[in-house]
């Protein structure tokens, strides 16, 4: 499942969320989120994610993506539906090819248990992607 939230706002104000859009291709999850939150949920395996944006008369994408699945065809979807400069929280990273070469970008590897060691690295502000491994 990720969310995508388009933005608005001017320079001198804060941005205000004007639409939050979820999607899966679970529509059990789908379900869900519709009854706990204020979403728009969206089954991107029945309907195209561009014809949602100009449903909710967007005219650009997306400012914010968070993707949560690890799969790689829901990363490449909302990059597709970002606007130019939007920014990505990823929270699952995907087990196959990447156009992405995370082992540039991930600069420490800490195991759970060490999380303050992962914050330190990151407080520091000479890390790259600091991850915490489960596993």
Do not use: Y
């Amino acid at each position: 499942m990720h969310f995508l939230v388009p933005c608005v706002g001017s320079l001198n104000s804060t941005p205000v969320v004007r639409h939050v859009v979820t999607t899966d291709v679970n529509q059990d999850r789908l379900d869900l989120a519709g009854h706990v939150a204020d979403v728009m949920p969206v089954n991107v395996a029945e309907t195209d994610l561009k014809s949602v944006m100009h449903g909710l008369g967007m005219r650009e994408g997306f400012d914010i993506g968070l993707e949560m699945s690890g799969a790689q065809p829901a990363l490449d979807q909302m990059v597709e539906a970002l606007v130019m400069g939007g920014r990505i929280a990823m929270l699952g990273f995907s087990p196959g090819k990447s156009p992405v070469d995370w082992s540039r970008i991930i600069t420490h590897r800490f195991p759970v248990d060490e999380l303050e060691k992962g914050f330190d690295a990151m407080l520091s502000g000479k890390s790259g992607k600091v991850v915490l491994d489960w596993g």
